[in-house]
């Protein structure tokens, strides 16, 4: 069987044309509202992360083998053999995320990087193909 392999870019055409209708607004605000520029500077805030995102533009992926599970996000980095893992764990969060954790045979679990992961479905799918135990549990506080 072929190896999975999962890649994610951090600019992506949804995360540009995003920010770009959002600093428009704020700069319509400004221009026609008479609108306080500190106040739209302050709204602008929370963009800070996803334009920092754009411009570096970080990858982020998942290989899934036949003998280890690796994958990097920014500079984090890591990978674990097959046969130490005991199960990979699919928790639904209440905010309806699907967070991934493998489960070591030692009891040791690690938190996969949400961003380095392809969508659950594909991923429960490609991880049952090659042999790894899944479980998924809904709605998990953790």
Known sequence: MNDYRFERQGRSLGAVALLGTIYA????AVLYLDAAPWLMGLLALPTLPALRDV???PSA???LGEDAIEWYSGRRAGSVSRDEIAL???DRRWDTTVRAVLVLTSGKAIHLPQECLPHHSLLEAEAAARGLRVERHPFSPL
Do not use: S
Request: net charge positive; aromatic share 0%.
């Open 25 to 28: 607004a704020l700069i319509l």
């Open 55 to 57: 411009i570096a533009n």
């Open 61 to 63: 992926g998942l290989h």
């Open 88 to 90: 990979l764990r699919l």
